[in-house]
């Protein structure tokens, strides 16, 4: 699509509405994308352009423009211009889902990379998080989840074998971790904690991100009966998942 097809479609979603010009300029551009007029990548037209295609001034336009790149609609690279964000995919935060399943639901493609499956000796750090004594045998893993061959979760877990005695044997290109341990571990409690983190260099590698670029970390504990079963680090680039949460309130 070109720019000038773009200023015209956004003209005329303009409307007349009775709302502040900055606010009108945002439900026109989030329409637009909405109805897949402007796709994912696409560049939008300049402030300029913009300012002189709708007949409003630069500050409104750079208002709504700031306003809907922090709502995740648009991005902005310094020095190449303004385009169409990609929609993020999310997590739950207050619950445990199959990230297979979160994917697919998207309708698409999950797989799994593993780079480490491995029995080893726990440290006193690790004995503290399974709730085991040091130099007790555990399990651990490190595998990253791709969503259409786009990395979107590094999982890095420590299981308890007496929990979930066959971990390592499992094949986690065909199954998920979490697809085991529900079955031979069935989840009865769990605890999250989050936080915004800069990822190291090897992080970095494994996820395809540029330096700097944050993510968000779930440190996730989990439970059956009243034996751990599982610490997990589940770490997600922040420009590519967000975390979704719901609850009731009461009267």
């Known amino acids: 699509m070109t720019e000038q097809t773009a200023l015209a479609q956004l003209a005329a979603a303009m409307g007349d509405e009775p709302a502040p010009i900055y606010q009108r300029v945002k439900q026109a551009i989030i329409s637009q994308i909405r109805a897949g007029e402007w796709k994912a990548r696409q ?25 809907l790149t922090a709502e995740g609609y648009l991005l902005r690279m310094q020095g190449v211009g303004t385009f169409v964000a990609e929609m993020k995919g999310y997590t739950a935060m207050l619950e445990v889902h199959n990230i ?3 994917i697919a639901q998207r309708g698409h493609q999950h797989r799994c990379q593993i780079l480490t499956l491995a029995q080893g000796r726990a440290d006193p750090e690790q004995a503290a998080l399974l709730g085991m004594r040091t130099g007790q045998p555990l399990f ?9 061959d786009l ?7 420590l299981v308890n074998p007496q929990m979930a005695p066959d971990y390592l044997q499992q094949d986690y290109q065909s ?3 979490y697809t085991y341990l529900m079955r031979v571990a069935p989840l009865t409690a769990g605890e999250h904690i989050v936080e915004a983190v800069l990822p190291d ?33 589940l770490l997600y680039p922040g420009s590519r998942y967000k975390l979704l949460g719901r609850f009731k309130g009461h009267g």
């Not at 651990?140 to 259409?148: A, D, G, I, K, R």
């Not at 990395?151 to 877990?157: A, K, S």
């Not at 991100?209 to 009966?225: G, K, V």
Request: aromatic share 4%; hydrophobic share 35%.
């Open 151 to 157: 990395p979107v979760q590094l999982e890095d877990r």
């Open 43 to 67: 560049r939008v037209p300049s402030e300029s352009e913009l300012v002189s295609e709708l007949g409003v001034s630069r500050m409104t336009i750079n208002r709504a423009l700031r306003e």
């Open 100 to 102: 297979a399943d979160e």
């Open 140 to 148: 651990h893993s490190l595998m990253v989840h791709y969503e259409n």
């Open 175 to 177: 199954v998920t971790p």
């Open 201 to 233: 260099l090897r992080q970095r590698r494994h996820l395809a991100l540029e330096e700097h670029e944050p993510c968000l970390l779930i440190r996730r504990q989990t439970w059956s009966d009243s034996k751990i079963v599982t610490y997990a680090r």
